[in-house]
């Protein structure tokens, strides 16, 4: 069974900073790779998708990095603000044979705040 | 861009009642998805649709059955709501080829 971990669990910096979420997963089998921002009490917006034959996806300040073979993907966010505090969740989802019909299996997320 | 929408942001039920929360989705998406999000818990998947009138369990499917009559349309059913189902509920969708996976805003039910 797929299991996401992400770590750390919390972080908090200055504003200004570049930072790394990190992401890990047991079955190397994935179609992808994708990366939600939370905000409190809020649904998920999608931020970077990874397809499983990339090894990295940019948007803006952000960077997504996927290294299949070891199980990982970091996020990284150049000159951190107020406003990317949130939680972060990553999400892969399974080859698409068989029967994964776009099922995701998530990690935990990181609850980033990003102070002034 | 797609849109997720769910009939209500926030629910309050009494144990016992029958709940029904709808997800409507405008981009012609065959996926559609109920997930459960708890603290410390994550997101958990309820049950999940690939077409109209099919669906599959997901890893958490008890006391919950859903409904897909029209394609746009995917409703999670509490036939017996319990205290225990007091979650954030959020529905997403996706098309099968590119796994982008759209989420709803949830609804924050609340059974007493």
């Known amino acids: 069974k797929q299991e996401v971990t992400q770590i750390p669990a919390a972080l908090s910096v200055p504003e200004g900073e570049n930072l790394v979420l990190n992401c890990s997963f047991t079955?190397?089998?994935?179609?992808?790779l994708q990366w939600f921002r939370q905000d409190p009490g809020k649904g998920l917006t999608s931020l970077l998708l990874i397809q499983s034959s990339q090894r990295e996806q940019t948007s803006g300040r952000l960077n997504a990095s996927l290294d299949k073979s070891s199980g990982r993907s970091t996020l990284y966010i150049a000159a951190s603000q107020p406003g990317d505090s949130a939680t972060y969740l990553c999400?892969?989802?399974?080859?698409?044979?068989?029967?994964?019909?776009?099922?995701?299996?998530f990690g935990q997320g990181t609850i980033l705040t990003v102070h002034p | 861009d797609v849109k997720v929408t769910q009939s209500s942001r926030y629910l309050v039920k009494r144990t016992g009642e029958k709940v029904f929360l709808e997800c409507v989705q405008d981009m012609d998406h065959e996926n559609m998805f109920w997930y459960r999000q708890d603290p410390g818990l994550g997101l958990r998947l309820i049950y999940f649709s690939y077409d109209v009138k099919m669906k599959e369990k997901g890893d958490i499917p008890e006391g919950y059955s859903v409904s897909r009559e029209k394609k746009e349309r995917f409703s999670l059913i509490l036939e017996s709501a319990s205290t225990n189902q007091t979650s954030m509920y959020l529905c997403?969708?996706?098309?099968?080829?590119?796994?982008?996976?759209?989420f709803g805003p949830g609804t924050r039910l609340t059974v007493l």
């Open positions: 079955d190397s089998a994935i179609y992808n």
């Open positions: 999400a892969v989802r399974l080859g698409a044979g068989g029967t994964s019909y776009g099922k995701l299996t």
């Open positions: 997403a969708s996706s098309l099968p080829t590119s796994g982008r996976g759209f």
